[in-house]
């Protein structure tokens, strides 16, 4: 497990977890179990990307992330924070 992770990977945050209902979500991440990209990691499954719901993601808002298709490219690190602050 990478120490460097943002996300948590509580029963709380994956409850909150968007993955299921993105437009990119597929058959074969289902048929794994696969979800909550930002804290588990990316999928071995070939991704469609067709849209992303990150950006509306409860556990995106809430840890500051700033990047999205974690699906693709694995959990968020303190690197894929947001550093400026929101008035």
């Known amino acids: 497990m990478d120490n460097d992770r943002v996300v948590p990977d509580t029963e709380e945050n ?3 977890c968007r993955c299921p209902d993105c437009p990119a979500y ?3 991440m289902k ?3 696969e979800f909550f990209f930002c804290s588990r990691g990316s999928t071995e499954c070939k991704i469609d990307k067709r849209g992303c719901l990150c950006l509306h993601c409860p556990n995106e808002i809430e ?3 700033n990047r999205f298709y974690y699906c693709e490219k694995g959990a968020a690190t303190s ?4 550093t400026e602050t929101i008035n």
């Open 14 to 16: 994956a409850e909150r």
């Open 26 to 28: 597929n058959e074969c």
């Open 31 to 33: 048929n794994n179990g």
């Open 63 to 65: 840890y500051r992330l």
């Open 79 to 82: 690197k894929h924070v947001a």
